[in-house]
Antibody, heavy 120, light 107 residues
């Protein structure tokens, strides 16, 4: 059974870089797309971007200039870097597996989420 | 970007009630519409994909319908474990977007 686990600092200073890693267990990362989604406190879900095991990426336009996704197939991990953070980037960050059913993409497996607070 | 608008933003219901949540897209998305359920402090869970296909393991009291710009999620008989927030998501555009959520509360 595939499981995802986010890890990284829970507190980041304004203007610095937020870095998170998602570790995939129970299955290979060398298939599927993998995504990051975030949820500010008390608010809705926002897709950040997706990465394929080959390294190809797709980002949400409003974050594209600040986001980099990467993947390490040898470690079965993928990562998120978000530069120049502000308080608006405070959120629970989820990693998720993307599965394509016929032509429909779904987030079918999620990590438990990790809270990241941007504050000095 | 394709905007997804859910209504209502919240609703109060009792166990056994039939509940319907609506999701509208700002442009046609065919049937590229998913529904997720999220309970407090937990990650979202996939309920419905392709507008009307039930994800494996999801109870049959959940159903989805619609195409184009208008979609609905129906819970035929609300159970205590269904009190949660529900989100629609479009995957028609490469820039995936979610609705703002509908909170189902206990009356």
């Amino acid at each position: 059974q595939v499981q995802l686990q986010e890890s990284g600092p829970g507190l980041v200073k304004p203007s610095e870089t937020l870095s998170l890693t998602c570790t995939v267990s129970g299955g290979s990362i060398s298939s599927n797309y993998w995504s990051w989604i975030r949820q500010p406190p008390g608010k809705g879900l926002e897709w950040i971007g997706s990465i394929y095991y080959s390294g190809s990426t797709n980002y949400y336009p409003s974050l594209k200039s600040r986001v980099t996704l990467s993947i390490d197939t040898s470690q079965n991990q993928f990562s998120l870097k978000l530069i120049s953070v502000t308080a608006a980037d405070t959120a629970v960050y989820y990693c998720a597996r993307v599965t394509t059913v016929i032509t429909h993409d779904v987030f079918d497996i999620w990590g438990q989420g990790t809270m990241v607070t941007v504050s000095s | 970007d394709i905007q997804m608008t859910q209504s209502p933003s919240s609703l109060s219901a009792s166990a056994g009630d039939r509940v319907t949540i609506t999701c509208r897209a700002s442009q046609s998305i065919a049937n590229y519409l998913n529904w997720y359920q999220q309970k407090p402090g937990k990650a979202p869970k996939l309920l419905i994909y392709a507008a009307s296909s039930l994800q494996s393991g999801v109870p049959s009291r959940f159903s989805g319908s619609g195409s184009g710009t208008h979609f609905t999620l129906t819970i035929s008989s609300l159970q205590p474990e269904d009190f949660a927030t529900y989100y629609c998501q479009q995957t028609y555009s490469p820039r995936w977007t979610f609705g703002q959520g509908t909170r189902v509360e206990f009356k």
